[in-house]
């Protein structure tokens, strides 16, 4: 069993930052990609911001220099960094992860999702 569980949500003004977090744990081989996604009322799940096992970084163009993806890989967590929020941030934000379990089966994971609210 693996389980993706994420923090950091909450309510903020325009302008604010918040710092969500995601932890893996239960049977884990390795963790290939990590990622965060998000998904407003009425439109689709999106990508916000992912990240390699190696470090290598790619982000949604409406987030670029504004959020910031990192993760420790010695404690199976990816974070997001949230800074100069806007209300169009505002989505419930899910966790993703690429990974291998003991018997190497590959596959995706995803966490419950954690609210971000952004008030203008």
């Known amino acids: 069993q693996v389980q993706l569980v994420e923090s950091g949500g909450g309510l903020v003004q325009a302008g604010g930052s918040l710092r969500l977090s995601c932890a893996a744990s239960?049977?884990?081989?390795?963790?290939?990609?990590m990622g965060w996604y998000r998904q407003a009322p009425g439109n689709k799940r999106e990508l916000v911001a992912a990240?390699?096992?190696?470090?290598?970084?790619n982000y949604a163009d409406s987030v670029k220099g504004r959020f910031t993806i990192s993760r420790d890989n010695a404690k199976n967590t990816v974070y997001l960094q949230m800074n100069s929020l806007k209300p169009e941030d505002t989505a419930v934000y899910y966790c993703a992860a690429d990974l291998v379990d003991p018997h190497r089966v590959r596959r995706d994971y995803w966490g419950q999702g954690t609210q971000v609210t952004v008030s203008s």
């Open positions: 990240i390699t096992s190696g470090g290598s970084t």
């Open positions: 239960g049977s884990i081989f390795s963790i290939n990609a």
